[in-house]
C-alpha cells in the first residue's frame, strides 16, 4: 500500500515558477514509477510526466516539454515536478500517481495507475 501526499501548489503568475512535492509512505515507493497528471476545470484529467524507478527514464507530455522537470529522490519517498515558464494553460488541479506495472517512457494512463494522491490546486495568472 502506497500513500501519496502532494504539496506546493499555489498561485503564481504567468511565467512564474512552482515545484510540487509528492510524499509518499510505504516501504515499495523506490519500486514504484511515479508520476502527475492534471485535471482543469470541465477538462478530463491529463498526462503530465512520469519516472521510473531509477530516474533513468522519462516521460513527458507534450505540452509541457521544456518546461517542467520530473525528479525523484528514493531515499526521502518523494517526487519532484519542477515547473517553470508557467502558463495560463498550466491551471488545473496537479496529483500525484504510483504505478507498480512496467514503464516504457510512453504516458501513463489514468485509470491503470495504483495509486493517487489528493490533489494540488496550481493556478497561473495571466
Known amino acids: 500500500q502506497v500513500q501519496l501526499v502532494e504539496s506546493g501548489g499555489g498561485l503564481v503568475q504567468a511565467g512564474g515558477s512552482l515545484r510540487l512535492s509528492c510524499a509518499a509512505s510505504?516501504?515499495?515507493?523506490?519500486?514504484?514509477?511515479m508520476g502527475w497528471f492534471r485535471q482543469a476545470p470541465g477538462k478530463e484529467r491529463e498526462f503530465v510526466a512520469a519516472?521510473?524507478?531509477?530516474?533513468?527514464?522519462?516521460g513527458y507530455a507534450d505540452s509541457v516539454k521544456g518546461r517542467f522537470t520530473i525528479s525523484r529522490d528514493n531515499a526521502k519517498n518523494t517526487v519532484y515536478l519542477q515547473m517553470n515558464s508557467l502558463k495560463h494553460e498550466d491551471t488545473a488541479v496537479y496529483y500525484c500517481?504510483?504505478?507498480?506495472?512496467?514503464?516504457?517512457?510512453?504516458?501513463?494512463?489514468?485509470?491503470?495507475?495504483?495509486?493517487w494522491g489528493q490533489g494540488t490546486q496550481v493556478t497561473v495568472s495571466s
Open positions: 510505504g516501504r515499495t515507493f523506490s519500486s514504484h514509477v
Open positions: 500517481v504510483a504505478d507498480r506495472g512496467y514503464f516504457s517512457g510512453r504516458p501513463l494512463v489514468a485509470d491503470e495507475c495504483d495509486y
Open positions: 519516472i521510473n524507478w531509477s530516474g533513468g527514464l522519462i
